[in-house]
């Protein structure tokens, strides 16, 4: 008797089919508090707002606000509120956002009920971070631009004289721009021939492009550049989808690693943010996800393109651990500014 009237008191809440771990009590206090502020490094249109409208739908009365940054402008303002006594943000979003936060005590232990059967890799045991999406990074290319043999199948293509001054990427500081490949093929090739790739695809002269990975993404459907290097495959599928002259390339193995959410310490709408986390981490949340053809963290939800994970794609990843980020990004970094800038 008790639980079905627990259950119809939360249907009187929130509806009849809440994110798994939102219970009443925290929905209530969610709902009194009125609004969440989401620090993302998501693209807006694709899929910020849709899971701002998701979550405003399934709860009403909630508000998201969000806005989109970079995962160092995320980090610095949050910082600079800290520091001013002023903290506007609940919730935040990015590859590496995490550590430099957590290194400050800015980052909230909440182990998120409806995460709990994320493999270990995608969530923190502490509850410091949980992976929303995870990323696939690889070259695209424009599709009336590049053809048939032209297409690069191997790191090696990228050789080719033929796309010196031909190829760009973003100036991306973190593991999703030219470190995460610098990673990639130190760990493929060794240190000595790593180093010795790597040098030879500096002498072509890649562009750098101070933008997000999908303003180089949107030069090469532009036709400014038939190459892009570093792009997000699941990207390339959403323009393709839209009908823009592009594709992905299968450079194997893809640098790999996830897009983690985390809760603000001291956040000024504490309960919201804990009931976002939950619905967004959820099954529900993560449908979401993949509705937007972004590539669901949650191992029982797929993708809605199933080929643009490993699995059903067919091609190889490497995964770049959080603990492999911290030991090694500052080391891919150095030698990015040092060979190609």
Not at 35 to 42: A, E, G, K, R
Not at 107 to 120: L, R, T
Not at 307 to 319: I, Q, V
């Given at each position: 008797?008790k639980?079905?009237?627990v259950?119809?008191?939360?249907?009187?809440?929130?509806?009849p089919?809440?994110?798994?771990?939102a219970?009443?009590?925290?929905?209530e206090?969610?709902?009194?508090?009125g609004?969440?502020?989401?620090?993302?490094?998501?693209i807006?249109?694709?899929?910020?707002?849709?899971?701002?409208?998701?979550?405003?739908?399934?709860?009403?009365?909630i508000?998201?606000?969000?806005?989109?940054?970079?995962?160092?402008?995320?980090?610095?303002?949050?910082?600079?509120?800290?520091?001013?006594?002023?903290?506007?943000?609940?919730?935040?979003?990015?590859?590496?956002?995490?550590?430099?936060?957590?290194?400050?005590?800015l980052?909230?232990?909440?182990?998120?009920?409806?995460?709990?059967?994320?493999?270990?890799e995608?969530?923190?045991?502490?509850?410091?971070?949980?992976?929303?999406?995870?990323?696939?990074?690889?070259?695209?290319?424009?599709?009336?631009?590049?053809?048939?043999?032209?297409i690069?199948?191997?790191?090696?293509?990228?050789?080719?004289?033929?796309w010196?001054?031909?190829?760009?990427?973003t100036?991306d500081?973190t593991?999703?721009?030219p470190?995460?490949?610098i990673?990639?093929?130190?760990?493929?090739?060794?240190?000595?021939?790593?180093?010795?790739?790597?040098?030879?695809?500096?002498?072509?002269?890649?562009?750098?492009?101070?933008?997000a990975q999908?303003?180089?993404l949107?030069?090469?459907?532009?036709?400014?550049?038939?190459?892009?290097l570093?792009?997000?495959?699941?990207?390339?599928?959403?323009?393709?989808?839209?009908?823009?002259?592009?594709a992905?390339?299968?450079?194997?193995?893809?640098p790999?690693n996830?897009?983690?959410?985390?809760?603000?310490?001291?956040a000024?709408?504490?309960?919201?943010?804990?009931?976002?986390?939950?619905?967004?981490?959820?099954?529900?949340?993560?449908?979401?996800?993949?509705?937007?053809?972004y590539?669901?963290a949650?191992?029982?939800?797929?993708?809605?393109v199933?080929?643009?994970?490993?699995?059903?794609?067919?091609?190889?990843?490497?995964?770049?651990t959080?603990?492999?980020?911290?030991?090694?990004?500052?080391?891919?970094?150095?030698?990015?500014?040092?060979?190609?800038?």
């Open positions: 008797m639980r079905i009237l259950a119809l008191l939360a249907m009187a809440i929130g509806g089919a809440q994110a798994a771990g219970d009443a009590a925290l929905i206090a969610a709902r009194k508090e609004q969440v502020v989401w620090y993302s490094t998501l807006v249109n694709q899929i910020t707002r849709p899971l701002a409208l998701a979550f405003e739908k399934k709860y009403p009365g508000k998201v606000q969000y806005s989109r940054a970079t995962s160092t402008d995320v980090a610095l303002k949050i910082t600079g509120e800290a520091r001013a006594g002023r903290i506007q943000a609940d919730i935040f979003d990015g590859s590496n956002t995490v550590f430099p936060l957590g290194d400050a005590d980052v909230e232990s909440y182990p998120v009920e409806s995460a709990k059967g994320y493999p270990p995608l969530r923190d045991a502490n509850g410091t971070w949980t992976a929303l999406n995870v990323y696939f990074m690889t070259a695209g290319y424009n599709t009336d631009l590049v053809k048939g043999a032209d690069p199948k191997s790191f090696d293509d990228l050789l080719n004289p033929k010196a001054g031909k190829m760009a990427w100036t500081p593991v999703n721009g470190p995460g490949f990673q990639n093929i130190l760990a493929l090739k060794g240190e000595a021939v790593g180093m010795a790739y790597l040098k030879a695809l500096a002498a072509q002269k890649v562009v750098n492009i101070p933008a999908r303003v180089v949107d030069k090469v459907i532009a036709g400014e550049f038939p190459i892009g570093m792009i997000f495959n699941h990207h390339a599928a959403i323009s393709a989808e839209q009908g823009a002259p592009v992905w390339a299968r450079l194997e193995p893809f790999s996830a897009n983690m959410i985390s809760m603000v310490k001291g000024p709408h504490p309960n919201a943010a804990k009931l976002f986390l939950e619905f967004v981490l959820s099954v529900e949340g993560q449908e979401e996800v993949a509705r937007d053809l590539l669901p949650h191992p029982t939800v797929r993708a809605k199933a080929e643009l994970k490993p699995d059903a794609g067919g091609f190889k990843a490497r995964t770049v959080p603990d492999m980020l911290r030991a090694g990004e500052k080391g891919w970094t150095a030698i990015y500014q040092d060979q190609f800038r």
